[in-house]
């Protein structure tokens, strides 16, 4: 048991007990004492048993199990009072605790090689997040916050089910622009990696023009593209171009002088010229600095498209859509875009990262992370 793992332990007995003779919340003026009382503390009782059980040492799927019915109980509760008291936080502190001993544990196991990395590697963050939304969930709502400043996950959700054909015109209209200057942006600061590396002359002059650009300040790019290529896509392109660039034209520059000496002395000696030693050579031991640009600028893609959105769409897009609500205080709408662009970002990552795996499956680094 690690040093880690006794601290979470003793954390989560002090929040358990606090929570046990703490009063819940308030109805109107009265402290709630009903039955509602027997699951608000039934769930600290069971986890000090278990603790108690186990001698500290949850085994992951008992901590996995009570992370969940903790969570259940922390949602429960919010329904039977106006305001919380100091044992609902306690409570909700305890499921807290519960949830990263068990994310502790299944991580501990897998470093010494209990557990299948696999199950762990999607597990671990899926509980990670379904606490942060109970979390979430709980602040907003257990201590009243105005849904101006913070709108709780359920009425993000509830938005995101009744605005669907909205969201999704909105989606397509920004992803256009985010996949044409993606391809755009990367495949010119390829070919111009390309020519830097080719004339010593390029790297001289190039580099340094192409670290100005990527100095510029997206909010003064962005009116001007949209003066320069219009008010639709085009302009958004074009702001995603000047974000990626950069990023690329560095990493293939690194890249493509990754290769050692020894394996260049050997090219030369197979009497290989420039463009033969480039794509047998240079150009794989590159591939991972390629494929570090490529997921850096998935995400810089999107998000250079939706501010660019803020200076000047037609009446869709996600960077129109939130301009657009923020002004009418429209807050859970406004989230729900952002939970859109964060999702659809997190999935056009993973799918450049899986292409990653295709085509580099002989690095370490690919090779290390399989089971």
């Given amino acids: 048991m690690s040093r880690l793992e006794r601290i979470l ?49 949850l085994p992951p799927v008992a901590s996995g199990v009570l992370a969940l ?12 009072f106006d305001r919380a008291s100091w044992g609902y936080w306690f409570l909700l502190a305890t499921a807290w605790f519960v949830a990263w001993l068990f994310a502790e544990r299944l991580a501990n196991r ?7 990395s696999q199950l762990g590697s999607v597990l671990i963050p899926a509980m990670f997040g379904a606490a942060v939304l109970v979390v979430w969930e709980a602040v907003t709502r257990g201590a009243q916050v105005p849904p101006v400043l913070l709108p709780p996950p359920s009425s993000i959700g509830r938005v995101l089910s009744q605005s669907v054909p909205t969201l999704a015109v ?22 111009v990696a ?26 003064g790019v962005a009116p001007i593209m ?6 639709d896509w085009p302009s958004k392109a074009a702001v ?22 020894m394996e260049r002395d050997m090219m030369r000696t197979y009497a290989s010229g420039y463009w033969q030693t480039l794509f047998k050579l240079r150009l794989p031991a590159a591939a991972p600095f390629i494929f570090n640009a490529l997921k850096i600028n998935s995400t810089l893609a999107l998000i250079g498209a939706i501010v ?6 037609p009446i869709v897009g996600m960077g129109f859509r939130i301009s657009s609500e923020i002004g009418k205080l429209n807050v859970p709408m406004v989230w729900a875009e952002i939970a859109i662009a964060a999702l659809a970002g997190s999935v056009f990552y993973w799918v450049v990262a899986l292409i990653e795996r295709a085509v580099t499956f002989w690095h370490p680094s690919v090779r290390g992370g399989r089971t």
Avoid at 19 to 46: D, F, N
Avoid at 71 to 80: A, N, P
Wanted: with cysteine; net charge positive.
């Fill in 170 to 191: 909105d989606f397509v209209q920004t992803f256009k622009a985010v996949l044409i200057g993606y391809a755009l942006g990367n495949a010119a600061a390829f070919a």
């Fill in 308 to 313: 660019a959105e803020f200076f000047g769409t």
């Fill in 9 to 57: 332990a003793v954390m989560t007995i002090v929040c358990a007990m606090l929570a046990i003779v703490l009063p819940v919340g308030t109805r109107g003026e009265t402290t709630l004492m009903s039955w509602v009382l027997v699951v608000s503390i039934g769930y600290p009782v069971l986890v000090l048993l278990l603790l108690a059980l186990f001698t500290l040492k």
């Fill in 194 to 219: 390309i020519a830097v590396d080719r004339s010593p002359f390029l790297k001289r002059g190039l580099l340094p023009l192409g670290n100005f650009v990527s100095a510029l300040p997206l909010i």
């Fill in 69 to 80: 019915v903790g969570g259940f109980v922390v949602l429960f509760e919010l329904t039977q």
């Fill in 226 to 231: 949209v003066m320069w290529f219009g008010f």
């Fill in 110 to 116: 897998q470093v010494h090689g209990q557990a299948r």
């Fill in 240 to 261: 995603v171009v000047i974000m990626t660039f950069f990023p690329m034209l560095v990493n293939t520059v690194a890249g493509l002088n990754a290769s050692g000496n």
